[in-house]
């Protein structure tokens, strides 16, 4: 059986492949024997990422054409952070929960508007478009973060998404946007940081552009101690970009990832252990393995002046190899380690083509109307296993096998969308997606036959936007979006076979707000929302439900020049935009997120705050110096479905107490080539608790504590 499913696998992948290197070819060939016609095309090379600049004009792109709620960080502001993983950056986005594991980012729990963030099941995880959970539909739990070194923008949709990106955007989408080869023949980038828990990174980034050709070749490492006890990891990167220019209106490029990652995980603590010293760890042989082996083929096709074609081919290989010892009560205060460990063993395959077709056209009097028609077939496999191990060190070659499952899903879906410009100012944006997806289930360790089901779904929506003034308009939009059971919920082995046929979640979202960046040193972002939340799939004592859940609240987000707003009150300039600025910053999320119905009627779900907030107060003198003091709150969170107040014995349910954490983060840039960052982070030296676990990992875990970093970067 999984010899037939590689050869699915291998054959998608090859048929794929071929088809898109015969599109390329054909069309080329074709241009070339046509006559040169007198529509100007851009002469430059569309690559995979995006140089800083082109970071900055897409991001401001997408918020003004986006018919929603949509947050971004500009390439400056990832510079300033200089984050060790991308978590530090993601908590400060408005009506975004972050719940840190341990510290790295490696495993990103993400969650939008009132969602459970635990493995970011309710988001989509996209790294230039490209998604980056194990599997879209089988297996959406994050088992992989990009590194913050790999990114120099970040988009986040939280409203109107689901039609151009298809499942678990209930919550949203992350898209993180990379750089992109030098336009010189040749740059380097040189990348160093290093900080007190004995964390250290080296990057190198060479890459050049010469005539048709752009390249980029880049390597990572990363690793230390952590900031306590059993948190050891070493993380290897390495990622080549490749692109080619035909002719001014053909362009492709690919790019090639390896990943591999060994790090060692620490568990959780007793609440007793977690006030005496919370940097401790039980785990001292726990230890997870994570490999991804990507590769994808974008091609850009400019038909005519207003007609644009564009396909995208990707593929990866996820292993991720996870074993935690056991422990030899999992519901006492015993800590005392078995001689045996729990082996949860994940390979998946990936394979997806997205094409796309974008005209734009005048209808009437109106003029600059667009219409997206989209795309994807999507296929993926998992091998899925688990096992006990005969020692607590034991790997996968000493191990009692108790699970073997083959799983597979086949999708293809649909999608239009058209901005229709009612005027110059004003713009409605309707669409429909439609998704078709075949999933497949075969116990391979009790030689069961095949199980399958299939199901399709359709997918409105209508957005609204109306520009009044520079760079500041107001939108309000209505869109359903779904999130298939996945394997885990719909096949779970101990599930009656009466529940298989579990609905798919759905959910209509409702916002608006307004968006306005009419000045340099003036930004604001609020808005508000409401999720309806049907058939959500919840999972409880072996048994996959449909339950339905409400959010609703309020996001904002301001940034206001203090030097500017001084020169606008004295009419001397109000657009002013000079070397010297002082920033306040200001963010809330405010969100009540409830069961509605059943047995947690009106309790709030697990994980998630009822308000957090952040500011900062940020002095800047041109590109040349940055110095910034900012904080974040987090509010109380429930960790179980039934609220529980009062904290058990083994720390596994209870409230978590709200907690505030402050930085201090600094840039100079020396000169053309040099710029070093230094900062501290949590200043005070805060201790709280970031999540809950049960079973072998069962106790508290806790955030990071107080860290002093340097890094510097060298551009040549």
């Known amino acids: 059986m999984k010899l037939a499913h590689a050869c699915k696998v291998l054959t998608a992948h090859i048929s794929l492949l071929i088809l898109s290197c015969i599109f390329i070819s054909t069309t080329v060939k074709a241009e070339d024997k046509t006559a040169k016609t007198d529509v100007e095309v851009s002469e430059e090379v569309v690559v995979y990422g995006k140089q800083l600049d082109e970071v900055d004009t897409k991001i401001k792109l997408a918020r003004e054409k986006h018919a929603g709620s949509i947050s971004t960080v500009s390439p400056k502001e990832i510079e300033f952070q200089k984050a060790s993983n991308l978590g530090e950056i993601l908590v400060r986005i408005p009506g975004l929960t972050y719940v840190d594991e341990d510290g790295r980012g490696t495993k990103p729990d993400i969650g939008l508007r009132g969602l459970d963030p635990i493995r970011s099941q309710y988001v989509q995880l996209l790294h230039d478009g490209i998604p980056t959970q194990p599997s879209m539909y089988s297996e959406q739990a994050a088992y992989y973060g990009v590194p913050a070194e790999r990114v120099s923008g970040i988009e986040v949709y939280k409203g109107g998404s689901s039609i151009l990106f298809g499942p678990n955007t209930t919550g949203g989408v992350v898209n993180l946007i990379s750089r992109s080869p030098s336009r010189d023949p040749f740059a380097a980038i040189l990348d160093t940081r290093f900080d007190s ?5 080296g990057n190198m980034f060479l890459s050049g552009t010469k005539g048709k050709v752009s390249y980029g070749l880049e390597y990572m490492h990363k690793g230390g101690e952590g900031f306590g006890e059993n948190r050891d990891y070493g993380i290897d990167d390495l990622e080549a970009t490749l692109a080619y220019k035909f002719n001014a209106r053909h362009s492709v490029n690919a790019h090639f990832q390896y990943y591999d990652e060994v790090s060692e995980t620490p568990g959780g603590l007793l609440p007793t252990q977690f006030q005496s010293d919370p940097q401790q760890s039980n785990k001292t042989h726990d230890e997870f393995f994570g490999k991804r082996i990507a590769g994808d083929i974008r091609t850009s096709h400019q038909l005519i002046a207003n007609q644009r074609f564009e396909t995208l081919f990707y593929s990866y290989y996820f292993q991720r190899n996870w074993f935690i010892q056991n422990y030899n009560n999992n519901n006492t205060t015993d800590v005392s380690l078995a001689n045996s460990n729990g082996q949860f063993l994940r390979d998946f395959n990936v394979v997806g083509f997205e094409p796309k077709y974008v005209i734009n056209y005048d209808l009437g009097s109106t003029r600059n ?18 096992g006990t191990g005969n020692t607590g060190t034991s790997r996968e070659d000493d191990a009692v096998l108790t699970s073997q499952e083959e799983l597979g899903t086949m999708t293809y879906a649909a999608f239009i969308q058209n901005e229709f410009k009612a005027t110059d100012r004003l713009s409605i ?30 997918i409105p929506g209508l957005g609204i936007k109306y520009t009044f003034a520079k760079d500041s308009l107001v939108y309000a939009n209505a869109t359903r979006s779904f999130r298939p059971p996945t394997f885990s919920d719909s096949f779970n082995p101990a599930t009656n076979a009466s529940n298989f046929n579990l609905a798919p979640s759905t959910a209509w979202i409702y916002e608006g707000g307004i968006r306005a960046n009419p000045h340099d040193w003036l930004f604001a972002d609020l808005g508000v929302f409401y999720t309806d939340f049907k058939d959500q799939v919840v999972v409880s004592a072996g048994t996959a439900a449909n339950f339905d859940t409400r959010a609703y609240g309020f996001e904002s987000a301001v940034q206001l020049g203090l030097i500017g707003l001084s020169k606008a009150i004295s009419n001397a300039n109000k657009d002013y935009s000079g070397e010297h600025e002082i920033y306040f910053q200001v963010g809330a999320t405010l969100v009540d997120s409830t069961f509605v119905g059943g047995s947690f009627d009106g309790n709030d779900l697990p994980n998630v705050p009822n308000e957090t907030f952040t500011f900062g107060l940020l002095y800047e003198y041109g590109d040349t110096f940055n110095l910034g003091f900012q904080g974040r709150h987090t509010g109380a969170r429930f960790t179980d479905n039934a609220n529980t107040v009062q904290e058990n014995s083994i720390g596994t349910i209870g409230e978590l107490v709200e907690y505030t954490v402050f930085d201090l983060k600094s840039r100079f840039k020396i000169s053309k080539q040099l710029s070093m960052n230094a900062g501290i982070n949590n200043i005070f030296d805060e201790i709280y608790g970031t999540q809950r676990r049960t079973g072998s990992q069962k106790g508290i875990f806790t955030g990071p504590t107080r860290s002093f970093y340097i890094s510097a970067t060298l551009n040549y």
């Open 197 to 201: 828990y004995g964390d250290y990174l």
């Open 429 to 458: 944006v309707p669409g429909i997606r439609y998704e078709y997806i075949d999933q497949n289930r075969t116990n391979v360790l009790t030689n069961a036959a095949e199980e399958t089901y299939n199901y399709d779904i359709f």
């Open 369 to 386: 109307n667009e219409l997206t028609i989209g795309t994807r077939i999507y296929y993926d496999t998992v091998d899925r296993s688990s």
